[in-house]
């Protein structure tokens, strides 16, 4: 169980069912996930992490659903497996079919493979590559 | 340095310039960056790397630049700074813009935060996503 | 279960008894968590270990509560979840209350989004940053 | 060099500029860090990134010295150099010791070393440690 | 459950079973793990992952056993619990003893703490070390 | 530079001087390296992890080649800069051949991507593996 315990909206003070309701409203649901009824316990995280994921996960020069893959990337490169289930579950709510999902995850396999093989190798930045 | 040194293409054996070859003619480019000249002391790394990164990153279900801004999110991530450099490289090459990239790290940031505010809160995965 | 199991005290050789009753005298508890029970397989690593985290977690230069609030953020940035679990409830053990570790979340959070935006946007280091 | 660039106090736009200017005085200096100049080019993620860091790294619950210190945790965790070294400095600023500094190493070292030994003996959360 | 679920040999098309007959033929075994029954969701990426690593973990200049235990060092250190268990049996039967793991654990535990002390106490790369 | 200066062993307390003969004489070899001189700073710190490091790298169910690799295993995947160096040259100078290194690095490299399709895919654990 959650570290400082899960706060039900009926149980919710004014300002943290402020931030539910806006979750809902701006994700076209009825359900709030666990992750910010654990937050919850601390009213500025809440609001705080809130505002800046909506603000993030807006689309703008990149649509919704590359962004829910990007989230999904680098949650499976982090082992998170909170962050895998909630953002697998979005990114499909965002439109992802299998065949991308599959897509995403070879090209994460790889990049964290050539990752340390470049770190490994030891191999130096290319000039042309120094922005 | 690279840890075995790098392989000019003009010192290289036969097989190895195959697989230079087939890079920059995949590319489009006449460049062959030092991540593939490091590889070249071995081969069959190089060549197996080679065709996986080619199959994998070539347009599909998920278009090149998505791919490649994919690339850029695990590496920030995993703080491989050559892959980072590279791979922005390559993301400019298929479009990138500065708008896209500013989007990419601000998603990548939020991930990242967001992945240890859920382990750090213990929080468990709600039913729904258990796919 | 563990890797090679547990052992408990009454299954102890005199070696790990040793440090079993050791743990329990510096803690001031009758119990002995499941990291100790599973290293007790490899009664070197198990006196080590020990031994290290007995000198290192003193209260010194920092307290002890400060000390276990560190394991926590690493722990979580790491996703290792028998330890947020462990030195959470040490943390809490050890004086943190619930407004504490809501603001070492925080921090947590922030620093592991920060990590990557400096790395992802190739931020070079400060001339007055070189110690 | 920073991937989108540097953009300096006399080149900034009035938004850019605001932000400096609270940079400079919530931290009693007159100098902006290349964090926050290469953040720039995105004022949007300038802003929410400095209000962000503001309210998490004000004294609270834990002091300021406290929270450098778990930022430093993190860092070092993660490898980042940039934050390392300017995290560093700021928790020297904020009143750390080298002897603070030494103790806090050595937790960081221990806590990476136990996440990992935890992990691999496949180590199971004890009971009272579910929260 | 797994994200696109598993595919059993029953259920799976030509292309699957060649992968799963060959795994099975090369490792000597009739039981084909959920990693691969996940996979094959994606034939391209089955094919491709399985080939690798055929030909990566064949003996060569490194035997079977030397293989498999840098595996485990490698999830281990990245908290893979799928691959710390898989790995882990493969090992053992590749000959794996209880003292050559305790061992491999303790040199996974060490070096990830010296890794962090070195990159927290920023120390310099040795002249000698540049390869 | 190290965050603390290094300790030459002209300017070394007795104390220190005691650690670097040791490392001196255990490695046959007239250099300290500046992991050491930077930990210096705190004599405690050094010899604890002088004195593990020599345990835990002495020859035993695993022969010294093998330790070291598996400490580069880590470092590569971890990106910790300073270790790869420093102990990609210690495997070199127990007799790693560059065959060797090669297939090291394909191992590691690959164990890395897997952990992530792993991860991605939200595997489940076989039942077999359950130790």
Request: aromatic share 8%.
């Amino acid at each position: 169980m959650a570290t400082l315990g899960l706060i039900e909206y009926s149980d919710a003070s004014e300002e943290v069912r402020a931030v539910y309701d806006d979750i809902m409203r701006t994700r076209k649901t009825d359900y709030v996930n666990n992750f910010w009824k654990a937050l919850a316990r601390d009213p500025a995280t809440l609001r705080r992490t809130w505002e800046s994921v909506k603000q993030i996960m807006a689309p703008g020069a990149l649509d919704a659903l590359t962004k829910e893959m990007i989230y999904v990337a680098v949650s499976a490169s982090n082992q998170c497996a909170y962050c895998i289930a909630s953002h697998t579950a979005a990114a499909r709510k965002a439109g992802m079919t299998d065949a991308q999902f599959a897509e995403l995850m070879a090209v994460v396999g790889m990049a964290n493979e050539s990752n340390r093989l470049a770190s490994g190798y030891q191999v130096e930045i290319d000039d042309r590559f120094k922005s």
